[in-house]
């Protein structure tokens, strides 16, 4: 109405007009964490775990949601989130009840898409550590992340196995999940924590 229009045109030298921001605000990336506990990543859970932990507190330009799977997904975002890193890991080994068991990859990803957990995915930078090994028929995994990459950003795949030179992703989930990956890292040593943090650095924001 009038009246309202008079007293926001004080603001703006009585000229009846609202000044606007033109250069677009900065928001933090989600970044969604998912780490394979099943038997045949044992060696590695651990080391992920930690690397997942240091990758969401490293920027602070990171929004993160942590999980973990084996046949059935487990939020770990609240967790992991403590200062200690020792505390941290006992609490998520305390959380995941079927840690070192089966693996079901596709079917938790498809956990990972139902609400509310699925609205974080949306415009997200998405990892998931696994070794491929998978007791889910590979079409549940494909019809998983082609939804997964509708809603994401980015999808960075870390799998220990991949520092082997000899190594093909002959797993028929891996093989079905390479199309569908952004980055796929073997994130065993330190050269290759780097282009992780490179990766998220570059999506962060």
Excluded at 28 to 45: G, I, K, N, T, W
Aim: net charge positive; charged share 20%.
């Amino acid at each position: 109405d009038l009246r309202a229009t008079m007293k926001q045109s004080r603001q703006t030298g009585w000229e009846t007009m609202r000044v606007t921001r033109t250069r677009a605000r900065a928001h933090p990336r989600r970044v969604v964490l998912l780490c394979d506990v099943s038997r045949s990543m044992q060696p590695y859970a651990t080391v992920y775990l930690h690397l997942m932990r240091a990758a969401a507190l490293r920027h602070s330009g990171i929004r993160p949601e942590v999980f973990a799977f084996s046949t059935t997904l487990t939020r770990l975002t609240a967790a992991l989130s403590h200062r200690s890193a020792e505390v941290a890991l006992a609490r998520a080994n305390a959380k995941v009840a079927d840690r070192y068991g089966g693996t079901r990859i596709g079917h938790c990803v498809g956990e990972l898409l139902s609400a509310p957990q699925g609205n974080a995915l949306r415009g997200a930078v998405v990892i998931i550590a696994s070794d491929g090994w998978d007791s889910d028929p590979p079409e549940v995994l494909e019809r998983a992340l082609a939804r997964v990459r509708r809603r994401a950003q980015t999808l960075v795949w870390l799998n220990p196995r991949a520092a082997n030179p000899d190594f093909r992703p002959l797993a028929a989930s891996m093989a079905v999940a390479m199309p569908y990956c952004d980055h796929f890292l073997p994130a065993h040593s330190l050269t290759e924590l780097k282009r992780l943090f490179a990766v998220l650095a570059d999506q962060a924001g």
